[in-house]
């Protein structure tokens, strides 16, 4: 017999049918799950492509940037593209992929969770159209804006 669990939305319901290895934020987990990993993201977003300013940035030795680099780009979030400065040998810059352009609300996201629960940070994120602040809000697919309690997990099975 499984153990009820509360759902999200406070109702009680059988944890059946899947484990923690078909849990999409599990998986996600095991690709993303240091900070490094979210620093170099962060880097890329802010238009970093140099792997010297990539670790300066960040603030790791470049062996942890490579080995962290490495791993973005064979999860597919990063990908690597020759570039050569005038008389200087051939490099390789970093850039995002459609996947690593995907990952930018997760950022935002707990940008905005650390801004409201650590203390502001020394940048702000504007729409650059209005001027208006950048926010994460959580919006159902038919654009109804959702609140923790208004969402329900259900379990289905992994593709």
Not at 22 to 43: P, W
Not at 69 to 81: D, W
Not at 111 to 128: A, D, E, N, V, Y
Request: glycine share 10%.
């Amino acid at each position: 017999m499984t153990e009820p669990v509360v759902t999200l939305a406070g109702r009680l319901s059988p944890r059946s049918g899947w484990e923690a290895t078909n849990c999409a934020i599990a998986r996600a987990m095991d690709v993303l799950g240091n900070r490094t990993i979210f620093l170099l993201l962060r880097e890329a977003f802010y238009g970093t492509t140099r792997f010297d300013d990539f670790a300066e940035r960040v603030g790791v030795s470049e062996s942890v940037a490579a080995a962290r680099l490495r791993e973005l780009v064979e999860a597919g979030l990063l990908e690597r593209r020759p570039y050569q400065q005038p008389g200087e040998r051939t490099r390789h810059g970093y850039h995002l992929t459609q996947a690593g352009v995907d990952f930018f609300p997760v950022l935002v996201a707990l940008w905005q969770w650390g801004q409201r629960w650590l203390g502001p940070s020394g940048i702000k994120m504007t729409h650059r159209g209005c001027g208006a602040d950048v926010r994460a809000d959580l919006y159902c697919a038919h654009g109804h804006p959702l609140q923790v309690t208004d969402v329900e997990m259900v379990t289905r099975r992994a593709r």
